[in-house]
């Protein structure tokens, strides 16, 4: 399962005292006058190296802030050897160390980082060299020989707080600890660590504890321990809101405690707390982070089964941000190829697999779990396509991963995929040691009591964040009810109220004889109501049944015709094996792409709710993405539509569709000679009343200048004046920077479902195959 990756940085461990106060309150004015007014001591050092830190991390730092920050440095450093001061000349080295960082020279960062660890070590400056410790760790990447160095310069960092007592170092040490020994995968050491963190921060009475609760959580959760997952993640909530704490660090609590509610196939509680996440993801505006978050939510959709609503999400995300790193891609290919199986069209998931084949070679640039992700998806989608060897060989490499990870739920799943391999190639006495061994480890992770436990955990945190709200009402409706208490008491004084009181019940009285009256009429005349209500009652029923029938028997129609249809297509691909005519072979290409426009119609009706009309926007878009993937146009030509939310019936909507296919087709096969590069823009716009516009234009070599295009009669054309013809619209072609198609008409819009007939709306005659 996916996770958001932050790795917290370690809070008060800064490298500098000074410098951390720099970079929270000093501006530049203030300390180039304690510059002025310093002496030649250790002062003005401090004073210089927090000036450097000052220019190293100024907002949106340019190279000349950078450049800045190297010379007040190598100030520092000057009189830091003339002041025989090791301490401030170790600093001014890894202040050197973070400029080439910066500029990407880690080599030469990292031997200036060396130079300080000796000289610090030489002194016996030991939260000085514990810092510097971490400081060569984070130039080394987070995958990895790179992870492996991270963690051993913690662990030595770990060691030198230990020696120097400073509690609250170990603390963030153990902290930083738990975070890389979770990315390396061996989550039995994480959460050794992080125990041991929180443990420490309790005792110093510091740190922000959320950051250590939704670690806990997350490790737990890869362990199998839901019931502590689940606490761990909802102290994580509860501490970090009432911090109001709204950073990333908030959103990766939040993706993980829904992470672990969909793991126990709570997909409400699951897709909350994703929907929170991606809310604070999106007002930071971190790519890599929203990415990740809508392949998670996604994932709630197709669980759901509403995999044309998942599909719909990861194209508008995709559209929106941009695939910053090799994990994304990773993550939204493989979403692409869970949405298509869901939907079991394994034809247009076949190009996402391949795709993410590729992408999971690069072990080096991948961490653990991301690896886990791709592997656990190809092995989906070769179970569902039955290229069994394939999936044998990822779920060999998926278990000795999942094993190395400590992940209980991956291995679990990794048996039962393997069952269903052995099975299907009926070696049944290895099927059924991993069924069984799956079954183990299954009854392992979920039980009757572990359920209830998580369920009194979210009701006990529901209840504590009320507490608080309640007791403010409680206050309030107290002094509500004091007052009121005054009010009866000088009411009860009062002789009016004596007087009052007797008219109100002689009215009572009045009121209530009337009532009785009532009353005795109402049951003489409810035998009657009843009766006729009962038959009344019975027709409904009746009714309802026979509308039911008449819902069921449309969508069977468009079923039977949509499954005709794919039939008249695989006819057609059967009879173009057999033809040798290029021409003949392009006609029989065409007639599938208009078959494929008209199945497509009743594929949307049949899935409906709505079998009177069709959602033309969703229709037009996947009918363009057929296309695009059929012909492989990938970048070369890129498609805008602007699309109203219209809603046509049938008898215009398999026209429109069967423009759009010719119009379409055209601009891809003969718009862009020589692969050249080009655009298609598709607009269907309601423009007022009962008048529509439909425009299809690209940016291509345009018609023949000694072409005209109202005596033209191409198939192409002859076919699109037809069926423009056919609803009463307005069919024109013209040059227009490329080729520019429009069609007007009028269509009023009626509640009736219409016929499942298709015939009627093609302008020539059909003929059997």
């Not at 153990?174 to 975070?179: H, T």
């Not at 008491?489 to 209530?512: E, G, H, M, P, Y």
């Not at 249809?565 to 059967?574: A, C, K, R």
């Not at 087709?665 to 439909?694: E, R």
């Amino acid at each position: 399962m996916r996770r958001l990756l932050l790795i917290t940085c370690l809070i008060g461990c800064t490298l500098l005292t000074a410098s951390a106060q720099t970079q929270t309150g000093s501006s530049s004015q203030e300390l180039l006058a304690r510059l002025q007014q310093s002496k030649l001591d250790t002062h003005r050092v401090h004073v210089l190296q927090d000036l450097a830190t000052y220019y190293m991390f100024k907002p949106n730092a340019q190279v000349a802030d950078m450049d800045s920050a190297m010379t007040v440095a190598r100030q520092a450093e000057q009189l830091s050897v003339r002041l025989h001061d090791p301490k401030g000349q170790a600093t001014s080295f890894i202040l050197y160390a973070r400029v080439y960082n910066h500029d990407g020279k880690k080599e030469k960062a990292k031997a200036l980082v060396r130079k300080a660890i000796a000289l610090f070590s030489q002194f016996h400056y030991l939260d000085e060299l514990g810092e510097a410790y971490f400081e060569l760790g984070s130039y080394s990447p987070l995958i990895g020989s790179g992870l492996t160095e991270r963690i051993q310069m913690a662990e030595l960092a770990l060691a030198t707080f230990q020696q120097s007592g400073n509690k609250l170092k170990q603390a963030n040490c153990n902290k930083e600890l738990g975070d890389l020994y979770q990315v390396e995968g061996n989550n039995v050491q994480a959460l050794a660590s992080l125990k041991q963190a929180l443990s420490l921060y309790k005792a110093v009475g510091r740190g922000r504890l959320q950051g250590v609760y939704d670690l806990l959580g997350q490790v737990c959760g890869e362990l199998g321990d839901y019931k502590e997952a689940i606490r761990y993640g909802l102290l994580a909530v509860q501490t970090a809101e009432q911090s109001g704490d709204s950073t990333m660090l908030l959103a990766t609590i939040y993706n993980r405690l829904g992470i672990t509610y969909q793991n126990l196939h709570d997909l409400k509680q699951a897709n909350l707390y994703f929907r929170r996440s991606i809310a604070i993801a999106e007002k930071y505006n971190d790519a890599g982070a929203i990415c990740i978050l809508a392949t998670n939510i996604s994932d709630t959709y197709v669980l759901l089964h509403q995999p044309v609503t998942a599909l719909a999400f990861l194209r508008t995300i995709v559209k929106k941000y941009p695939l910053p790193d090799l994990a994304s891609q990773i993550y939204i290919t493989g979403q692409f190829i869970n949405v298509y199986m869901a939907s079991k069209q394994y034809r247009l998931a076949q190009p996402y697999s391949d795709r993410l084949v590729r992408l999971s070679e690069n072990r080096e640039r991948i961490d653990n779990e991301t690896q886990l992700y791709a592997y656990g998806m190809l092995i989906r989608f070769f179970l569902a396509t039955q290229q069994y060897q394939q999936a044998d060989k990822y779920l060999v490499t998926h278990r000795a991963l999942s094993q190395k990870m400590g992940s209980l739920r991956s291995l679990s799943t990794n048996h039962l995929w393997t069952f269903k391999v052995d099975s299907a190639q009926a070696n049944y006495p290895a099927a059924i040691t991993h069924y069984q061994r799956h079954k183990a480890l299954n009854d392992s992770l979920f039980t009757e009591s572990k359920s209830k436990q998580i369920a009194l955990l979210q009701t006990q945190f529901d209840t504590k964040k009320k507490d608080q709200d309640i007791k403010l009402k409680g206050q309030h409706i107290e002094l509500l009810k004091k007052q009121s208490e005054l009010q009866l008491n000088d009411l009860s004084q009062t002789k009016l109220l004596r007087n009052v009181t007797f008219i109100v019940i002689a009215l009572l009285l009045i009121i209530l004889g009337l009532v009785y009256n009532r009353y005795r009429l109402k049951q003489k005349s409810s035998a009657i109501l009843e009766a006729h209500q009962k038959e009344i009652n019975d027709q409904n029923q009746s009714l309802q049944r026979l509308l039911t029938e008449k819902e069921w028997l449309l969508k069977e129609i468009h079923h039977r015709v949509k499954n005709n249809l794919q039939i008249v297509m695989s006819l057609l691909n059967t009879q173009s094996a057999y033809l040798t005519d290029e021409a003949a072979m392009l006609a029989i290409r065409d007639s599938q792409h208009r078959v494929q426009a008209i199945s497509l119609i009743h594929h949307k009706l049949y899935q409906s709710e709505n079998l009177s009309s069709i959602d033309m926007s969703t229709y037009i878009r996947e009918l363009v993405e057929y296309l695009r993937d059929f012909f492989g146009t990938g970048q070369r030509i890129r498609f805008e539509t602007h699309i109203d939310p219209v809603k046509l019936g049938v008898s215009y909507a398999v026209p429109i569709g069967l423009i759009l296919n010719e119009a379409i087709t055209n601009s891809i096969k003969y718009a862009f000679p020589d692969n050249s590069v080009g655009q298609i823009v598709i607009s269907f716009q309601h423009t007022g009343g009962m008048t529509y516009l439909l425009t299809i234009a690209d940016n291509g070599i345009g018609l023949p200048a000694t072409m005209d295009s109202q005596q033209h009669d191409s198939l192409g054309l002859s076919l699109m004046r037809g069926l423009s013809d056919d609803i009463d619209g307005h069919f024109a072609i013209a040059n227009d920077k490329g080729t520019r198609i429009t069609m007007r008409f009028f269509y009023e819009p009626t509640d009736q479902p219409e016929s499942a007939d298709i015939s009627s709306h093609l302008p020539f005659e059909t003929t059997a195959l």
